[in-house]
């Protein structure tokens, strides 16, 4: 039995909450936009209600630095990721689309085409979320030569990559629209994507700062940039909208094209400050709790969407709407299917077989 990290459980529990969110649309995760006032500078609510939704980006970031912290400095042959990481997260991946699609056809009266389903798991996604599990399974493909890199980091190094991607995928984007409207942008073929792309990012930046703990100090100007980089992408986002004039969800990739930039300093300090607040939890009927909930967060990924879409979930949260304030009513909801999901992986993981995959 290996070494149990209980600040792990809660990043990931604190992650998983936040996919959850992301996934509430205008009810929750994009509420902000019904705020929006065009040519004025928007109600109160616009500009509280974003920032829960721009720190959410931050979730699965989260996921890979736990990943990297917990596997790149790991012994492991190229033949066992092959047999026993990459074929397990393979069989979840067509076992839950499969689901997905089954479920897809009885809401919609869509026939079932196993032909169309392979097409579908092939080359498309099943469901919107599942992105994560085609590029958790990109990360363990290439997880072995991660691990050579992850033994040559050094402290300066961990910060020059963190420092590259601020420059490269936050700085330089916003002064191409600040300055030149993007109407001039950086020679695509100059790209640091290699090494800045989110499957090698994180879990390098993970591995990195469990090796490389920063002190107090270092901590704490980590802490301060991380707050203050919400305010540039809040108001970046406010001028694209204006400039571009869409802001509803059916264009959130328009409207959040900023949200990533300083993402990664974000992530960082949430995961150094999770991880020094988890030192902190002394009891053990605590420790326990965060422990199973945290043996349940990849099954609550998996299965969380199913139970949000659902009629009974729809009803409660109309009827939890119909008493609160709607972000109070997100957050109660969000908080809900977590705790549901969490129960249901729980029994599951009961079963023999199954606790194997999820």
């Given amino acids: 039995m290996g070494t149990h990290y209980i600040e792990y459980d809660i990043i990931k529990i604190i992650a998983v909450v936040m996919v959850i969110y992301i996934h509430t649309t205008t009810d929750g995760f994009f509420l902000f936009s019904l705020y929006y006032e065009p040519n004025t500078s928007s109600s109160w609510q616009y500009w509280t209600y974003m920032i829960p939704s721009v720190i959410s980006q931050i979730a699965v970031p989260l996921f890979f630095m736990v990943s990297g912290a917990l596997l790149l400095g790991k012994e492991e042959s190229i033949r066992s990721v092959w047999k026993h990481r990459i074929s397990k997260y393979s069989v ?66 961990v910060f020059y990559l963190l420092g590259i991607s601020v420059v490269f995928s936050g700085i330089i984007p916003m002064l191409q629209f600040l300055l030149l409207n993007n109407k001039l942008q950086l020679n695509p073929d100059l790209r640091v994507g290699a090494f800045t792309g989110m499957a090698v990012f994180y879990p ?73 607040l988890a030192g902190y939890i002394k009891k053990q009927s605590l420790t326990r709790l965060i422990k199973s909930l945290g043996s349940c967060v990849f099954g609550v990924y998996l299965f969380s969407l199913a139970l949000q879409r659902s009629v009974f979930m729809i009803s409660l949260f109309q009827g939890i709407s119909a008493c609160l304030s709607p972000f109070l009513s997100i957050v109660i909801f969000v908080i809900l299917v977590f705790l549901i999901t969490a129960l249901f992986v729980y029994c599951l993981r009961k079963i023999p077989f199954v606790n194997k995959y999820i």
Wanted: aromatic share 18%; glycine share 6%; with cysteine.
């Fill in 92 to 157: 979840v991946l067509v076992l839950v689309s499969l689901l997905y699609y089954v479920l897809y056809s009885v809401r919609t009266g869509y026939s079932l085409d196993f032909i169309h389903f392979l097409r579908l798991v092939y080359f498309g996604s099943a469901a919107a979320h599942l992105w994560f599990l085609y590029s958790y399974l990109g990360y363990l493909i290439i997880l072995p030569f991660l691990r050579y890199v992850a033994k040559g980091l050094s402290r300066n190094s």
């Fill in 204 to 276: 390098l930046l993970g591995y990195g700062f469990t090796k490389f703990k920063p002190n107090r100090k270092t901590a704490n100007v980590l802490l301060l940039i991380g707050v203050l980089s919400i305010i540039p992408v809040v108001l970046m986002t406010y001028l694209n909208m204006r400039s571009t004039g869409v802001y509803d969800y059916s264009s959130e990739h328009e409207v959040t094209v900023f949200w990533e930039c300083f993402n990664e300093v974000r992530t960082v300090v949430v995961f150094v400050i999770l991880s020094w």
